[in-house]
């Protein structure tokens, strides 16, 4: 959820595109308004102001899902109106669900027997599922600490600072320590020895991420375990493993089968996944499986019977569609292991087409590996002059939404474009946009370096005012890259202003 704000205070009123046609009295903006308007006329205003939406297709800064086939697109339309947790009335829907967690869950080597049903849920995205599995872990911690009669009040959960903002969030909205692995230039996932390190008697879990948000990588979750295993015999201890799959777990199944990161690894307790990312349905569906039964605490599952029969929810919130849920059982039935498979296969070959395009131009350092989710993580060899944010920003001038960020500490002073693989990413896409990045390297080259050109050497040997100097000597890093940022984006829309170019 975003929080809303009032963007344009003085622009309170709404109006219809095609007036004549509609309505001729705007409506106001952030109130209700008096009387009803044609249902033509509420659908002109909104698809118009949707047009300046980006178009999805050229997000690549989304993991998420943003094409999928039009029988899809049918089901989940006709399921638009049934509420998922209304389980006696949609008793199908319900079953479906339950076929998506084992089939997951066998994908992931859960140990099942033959006829034994996997323990998951499915959810809103790895959000929710990883604030369900960090509950599960805190409470069989503290269920344990009181047998023991010991304190429960101080739990943690050791990461790497690479971790997505939703851990944060878990953390912070559940009173559970984080302790991050700092990174370092060169490697930007967490290392296993420092993890094992920094674990503790209260610590709940490691998480593991199976594919970094940041550029990708998968982490050495064998590793992890075998290092945990020795520390547990040493102490005494059971700290248990949960590994963060969101956007790897229907990666490495099918390009990677021998990689050992699941629950073939004795210390991983839970995992979840996105549906909605490489499980190639649109967004709003993850899932989280467990072990076995005993790792999910009987009391974090409530029994309802309000709605008809009696329904075990282990969720965060109530009511939500069911559309994604019957979207990822046709995924998974329509595609199968080899349909997974070729979409995965073919991602990872786009990226390599990405990949050798960037490289040919000689102007940036990849960051990005080759085994992990399908993406190009590349950062400027040479940025003193320009930067990777100025890249992002010309990049929009052809469409393309392509992110740069900072690294998080210790290597927050690498910045990086990232270009996320979709399958809805082609061939033909990625030679283009590597003509696009090579269109706006040549024009950054034209243009004055992002500090700007009348600020010369009569303040001092280095082109600065004095004033500056001690500044930004005051600044983080981050702090002087959006200031000169700023500054040069100031400098290009003057210059577009003056030459009167359309972009």
């Not at 839970?270 to 990312?277: C, E, Y």
Request: with cysteine; proline share 4%.
């Amino acid at each position: 959820m975003v929080l809303s704000n009032i963007a344009l205070e003085s622009d309170v009123s709404v109006h219809s595109t095609f007036a004549s046609r509609y309505v001729r009295t705007s409506l106001p903006r952030f109130k209700i308004a008096e009387n009803s308007i044609p249902k033509e006329a509420a659908y002109q205003i909104i698809n118009d102001e949707l047009m300046l939406d980006g178009n999805p297709r050229l997000n690549l800064a989304s993991f998420v899902t943003t094409w999928m086939e039009p029988e899809c697109d049918k089901l989940m339309m006709a399921s638009i109106n049934k509420n998922y947790v209304d389980m006696d009335e949609y008793p199908v829907t319900t079953e479906l669900q339950n076929r998506c967690v084992n089939i997951i869950a066998h994908l992931f080597n859960a140990p099942l027997g033959e006829s034994e049903s996997a323990v998951g849920v499915g959810t809103v995205g790895s959000s929710e599922a990883i604030m369900l599995a960090g509950l599960a872990f805190k409470r069989k911690w503290q269920n344990k600490r009181r047998d023991e009669g010991k304190p429960i009040d101080n739990p943690n959960i050791v990461t790497g600072a690479n971790v997505q903002v939703c851990w944060e969030k878990f953390a912070r909205y559940f009173e559970v320590e984080l302790k991050e692995v700092k990174l370092r230039e060169g490697y930007y996932v967490m290392d296993p020895e420092k993890a094992v390190e920094m674990v503790d008697e209260n610590t709940i879990c490691v998480a593991a991420i199976l594919g970094s948000t940041l550029n990708g990588e998968f982490e050495d979750v064998k590793r992890l375990n075998d290092l945990l295993v020795e520390k547990n015999k040493e102490t005494g201890w059971d700290t248990p493993i949960h590994v963060d799959a969101a956007s790897g777990g229907f990666i490495a199944p099918f390009l990677y089968p021998e990689l050992e990161w699941d629950f073939r690894l004795p210390l991983v307790k839970s995992i979840n996944v996105s549906g909605h990312k490489y499980g190639l349905v649109y967004a709003g569906i993850g899932w989280v499986i467990w072990r076995n039964k005993e790792d999910l605490p009987e009391e974090l599952i409530f029994h309802i019977n309000y709605l008809g029969a009696d329904q075990p929810t282990f969720t965060l919130n109530f009511s939500k569609g069911s559309s994604q849920v019957i979207a990822q059982y046709y995924q998974l039935i329509r595609l199968g292991f080899e349909g997974y498979r070729n979409v995965m296969e073919n991602c990872r070959e786009n990226m390599i087409v990405l990949k050798k395009g960037l490289e040919k131009t000689e102007r940036f350092n990849i960051v990005s590996k080759d085994e992990g989710v399908p993406l190009v993580a590349f950062s400027l060899r040479d940025n003193h002059r320009h930067d990777e944010f100025e890249i992002s920003d010309l990049l929009r001038r052809f469409g393309w939404i392509v992110p740069a960020y900072t690294m998080p500490p210790n290597a927050q002073h690498v910045t990086v474009l990232r270009v996320v693989i979709r399958e809805d990413f082609s061939h033909t896409l990625a030679e283009r946009l590597v003509n696009d990045i090579q269109k706006v390297l040549h024009e950054l080259d034209t243009l004055p370096s992002k500090l700007s050109s009348n600020v010369k050497a009569a303040d001092g040997e280095d082109g600065k005012p004095a004033e500056t100097r001690a500044l930004e000597s005051k600044k983080s890093d981050l702090e002087k890259t959006r200031e000169i940022t700023t500054i040069w984006r100031k400098f290009v829309m003057a210059r577009k202003q003056k030459m009167n170019v359309v972009c």
